[in-house]
């Protein structure tokens, strides 16, 4: 409703100041004040057309007050202070919006209402479905590398991109989902190492423990990854070990490469498995090998030859290497003489091409402009039979299969430490001609996750006194120092457990299990998602399944006193939203109309975090609609009230917020617990 409204007013006073004064302004600003009774909406109009009208910003605003009519839907102009327009909204028109759960998308009114969901995933409810009107976009996000089993610092990345995914489609976007698999790289190598010298295992004695490994074959992987690290630290010349099996993973064909393959599958499964329990899921899974064996990487490497975005340095440090030119590079009389030793290798002096380069190949792919394409194959279906689709050769594809890439925008969930090699990526791209292109590549990055000293120390790892002084704790896949994300999924659930079981004996083993497990996923995801993403996380228990304060299961304990009047009264929240809402109920009880004007926000938050890539605001959201709903429940005895008029507006003030808390929720990957 809120940003219905908003639009709505700030066309119409364009429109106004184009016949006015002949001003066309295209980007009005508008503000909320800060008190209520001032209205709902503060537009700084005047101060900007000041210096171009020769006018003092209140004669302005005087001016426009007393000549612009009403949009529909608002009751008055004022003016205030020095020139401030406040525009104030017709309540009772408002509200019915609210009610109805109006939204807005891409500049056209649309009246949605709420229909009955059997399951919040990826539901939006009192806002438009995912109809892809606003166009097709990419999200690429998780890529864990396949070689151990998921972390902590993973569920950030894959929380944030599948909220990012959810925020997308709640806006009206078509998104593909995608999941890139590195079964070529270092790590990958690392693990083959592993068993190859240390756990002296053939290929079936592997395929005979992924067969026997009871779904745990990424824990496995994980202890025999540390082991490997120290085998290298051990004596650097078991470093050239690792310099050769990668490099039979990139040529293929030979049995370490089928050994990796196998490896890489199987720990790949698990990951899916672990992201599932999150209600994260995937469209398809791009393999990097298929990025060299269908020769993505020689096409783009033509291509960039072809504009001279590389060329072969002859000497220097990087003699015998193409490397990238580097963007509004230009040299004149007073550059140095020789070559650009800080230029980008993308192809190394012995014709082994780096990260960045198949990266380019892949993100030339993404946007349709390589000329190539996967083949296409199932590889995992989901409960609801949604299917996983990975790459192949297309010799090797399935017919029928649905055709991923050649999107209108993408966004790459990477953590921060991967800024510089996007930003390559994305130059390349614009290097080559294509710059909306580049205009339309968005690196979400995010900083890492660390522990509090004393999560580290629940999980059960020696924490020095040094370090129990510390906000936080860096952890370590390759020192064997971290938190695997099913053991952080099972400990978050146990705790949550005891909870639950405390207050809810009269439940079933099985009841107080869902519960639990939702009110873990809550907490968790909440947590991941409250800190702005450049923020540094430090991840503990007992702060995410607080039921007070900022967290999941303070927002989900909104729902559940919500959910819990309608069953006392013996009625369906959607039809306490059936009676029109009458204006006066609304008259002198700013409090009450605060609650409502909060609860017609979600879109406008939803498109706020989706052109700031911060999904944080709308956790922001949630809770704030949740402390002002806690504060209502209490200063109102709802199924009390003898007022039949009073008692219908209190109840749909009480169902309005529970839809746009759920709705929050459901972009966020939230289940709502049937009791706390």
Avoid at 66 to 87: C, D, H, M, T, W
């Amino acid at each position: 409703m809120y940003l219905l409204l908003q639009n709505r007013l700030v066309a119409h006073v364009r429109a106004f100041l184009k016949q006015k004064y002949n001003v066309d302004m295209t980007n009005i600003v508008v503000e909320q004040p800060p008190k209520i009774e001032f209205g709902e909406f503060a537009l700084p109009v005047s101060f900007e057309l000041a210096r171009s009208l020769r006018k003092a910003p209140r004669k302005i605003a005087d001016e426009i007050v007393a000549e612009i009519s009403l949009p529909e839907g608002f009751a008055k102009f004022e003016v205030a202070g020095a020139g401030y327009i406040n525009a104030r909204l017709d309540r009772s028109r408002a509200a019915e919006l609210v009610a109805d759960g109006v939204a807005e998308v891409s500049g056209l009114e649309q009246e949605q209402r709420q229909q009955p969901h059997t399951s919040q995933k990826k539901a939006c409810m009192g806002h438009p479905p995912s109809s892809g009107a606003r166009g097709k976009v990419l999200v690429e996000h998780t890529s864990i590398n396949p070689n151990k089993a998921a972390h902590i610092g993973h569920l950030r990345n894959s929380i944030l991109g599948d909220t990012l995914v959810r925020l997308l489609r709640a806006a009206g976007y078509a998104v593909d989902v995608q999941n890139y698999i590195d079964n070529t790289g270092v790590q990958v190598a690392d693990v083959v190492v592993g068993f190859e010298r240390i756990a002296r295992k053939s290929k079936a004695e592997i395929a005979e423990l992924i067969a026997g490994s009871e779904g745990r074959f990424d824990y496995y992987c994980w202890d025999l990854y540390a082991k490997v690290s120290q085998w290298y630290e051990q004596d650097k010349a078991n470093l050239q070990v690792r310099r050769d099996t990668l490099h039979a993973l990139e040529v293929g064909g030979n049995e370490t490469s089928e050994i990796a393959q196998m490896i890489s599958m199987a720990v790949l499964r698990r990951h899916l498995e672990t992201m599932q329990r999150l209600d994260i899921e995937y469209d398809f899974l791009p393999q990097e090998s298929d990025i060299l064996h269908l020769h993505f990487w020689a096409r783009a490497f033509e291509l960039l030859k072809e504009k001279k975005v590389l060329y072969f340095e002859e000497e220097g440090k990087n003699k015998g290497c193409w490397v990238m030119t580097r963007l509004r590079t230009v040299k004149d009389a007073s550059s140095p003489e020789g070559p650009d030793e800080d230029a980008k290798v993308i192809v190394r002096s012995n014709g082994t091409v780096g990260y960045v380069g198949k990266d380019i190949a892949y993100h030339m792919w993404k946007f349709g402009l390589l000329g190539l394409d996967f083949g296409y194959r199932k590889f995992y279906t989901y409960a609801d039979g949604r299917l996983v689709w990975i790459s192949c050769d297309p010799k090797d594809g399935e017919a029928g299969a649905p055709h991923f890439g050649g999107v209108g925008a993408i966004y790459n969930v990477i953590d921060a430490r991967q800024s510089d090699p996007q930003e390559t990526v994305k130059q390349a791209i614009l290097l080559m001609g294509h710059e909306a292109e580049a205009a339309r590549y968005t690196h979400f990055s995010y900083e890492m996750v660390a522990l509090t000293p004393r999560c580290a120390m629940e999980l059960g790892y020696k924490v020095s006194e040094e370090d129990q002084q510390r906000s936080y704790i860096e952890v370590s896949g390759r020192k064997g120092f971290g938190v695997k994300a099913d053991d952080l999924l099972d400990k978050l659930i146990e705790a949550a457990r005891s909870e639950v079981d405390s207050r809810h004996a009269e439940l079933s083993e099985e009841e107080r299990r869902e519960v639990a497990t939702q009110i873990a996923i809550g907490a968790l995801r909440y947590f991941m998602l409250k800190f702005t993403k450049q923020s540094v996380i430090a991840f503990d228990f007992r702060e995410a399944l607080s039921f007070e304060g900022e967290t999941g299961p303070y927002v989900q304990y909104a729902v559940v006193r919500a959910t819990n009047i309608f069953r006392k009264a013996g009625i369906a929240p959607e039809d306490a939203l059936k009676p029109n809402i009458a204006s006066d109920g609304f008259e002198g009880n700013d409090d009450l109309w605060s609650l409502w004007l909060a609860a017609g926000q979600t879109s406008k938050v939803i498109e706020q975090c989706i052109a700031t890539t911060e999904p944080a605001a709308l956790t922001k959201h949630a809770f704030q609609l949740a402390q002002q709903f806690n504060n209502f429940y209490h200063k109102h005895h709802i199924l009390t009230e003898e007022d039949t008029g009073r008692k219908a507006l209190l109840l749909a003030t009480a169902a309005v917020v529970r839809r746009e808390l759920m709705a929050s929720m459901a972009v966020m990957g939230i289940p709502a617990p049937a009791v706390m």
